[in-house]
């Protein structure tokens, strides 16, 4: 099946910790963004990268950092500079010119 | 002012009922219009772009108003199942989208 991975569903960690959070699509899709999805609130972009070995800050980046290896993969790291990490974060791809994003089932990172 | 702003709801109909949802943007070069469903814990997952001509889709017609700067979103003949959050999004450039907070239907028996 053609689709996007996220893993884990579910992640706790302990304040000061850095942690990875994997996006794996098989779609071909060229570019691929991280957003945060806080309760009662819109998606806001973290970061995005439109093609290998390339990405752009978002309107939240400080406190992550992501890489893009492989077109297959975006992993983003949630760094403890973070000060607010517990979210709903959501990995998206998009298709070449097309415009329509498509979205992972998310991982839900609590801080203890 | 917000760039992409909805009403946040909830709207409660009875099944049958025919809804309409509104959202407002912006910036005036917006190029690309989308409604996405949520449902509660999930991924958003696309319902339907919106063409400037409108567009329909069984239950639910999409409308733009580039003068007016709105998008509507019409579902006739509610279904339990499309209670759900319906998100507004809008696109400047092709490369990253604008998400508006979502309008939260709820459609009772």
Same mark, same amino acid.
């Given at each position: ?35 945060r ?41 949630v ?8 979210a ?25 | ?8 709801g ?5 099944? *049958? ?9 912006? %910036?005036? /070069? !917006? =190029? ?6 949520? #449902? ?13 001509? *409108?567009n ?8 733009? %108003?580039? /003068? !007016? =700067? ?6 006739? #003949? ?22 508006g ?9």
């Amino acid at each position: 099946d053609g689709g996007i991975t996220q893993s884990p569903k579910y992640l706790f960690r302990k304040e000061g910790q850095n942690v990875t959070l994997s996006c794996e699509q098989n779609l071909n899709h060229d570019a691929m963004y991280w957003y945060r999805q806080d309760p009662g609130q819109g998606l806001r972009l973290i970061y995005y990268s439109q093609i290998v070995n390339d990405f752009q800050k978002g309107d939240i980046a400080e406190g992550y950092s992501v890489s893009r290896e492989k077109k297959e993969s975006f992993p983003l790291t949630v760094t403890s500079a973070q000060k607010n990490p517990t979210a709903f974060y959501l990995c998206a791809s998009r298709r070449g010119r097309e415009n329509e994003q498509f979205f992972g089932p998310g991982t839900r990172l609590t801080v203890l | 002012r917000k760039e992409v702003e909805q009403d946040p709801g909830p709207f409660n109909v009875p099944e *049958g009922a025919t809804v309409a949802f509104n959202c407002t943007y912006s %910036n005036s /070069a !917006s =190029q690309s219009f989308f409604w996405y469903r949520q #449902d509660c814990r999930k991924e958003p997952k696309l319902l339907m772009s919106v063409y400037s001509s *409108g567009n329909e889709d069984g239950r639910f017609t999409a409308q733009l %108003n580039r /003068a !007016s =700067q709105y998008i509507s979103l019409l579902i006739r #003949d509610s279904k339990l199942s499309d209670s759900a959050t319906y998100l507004c999004v809008v696109n400047i450039g092709y490369s990253t989208l604008t998400f508006g907070k979502g309008t939260m239907l709820l459609v009772s028996p």
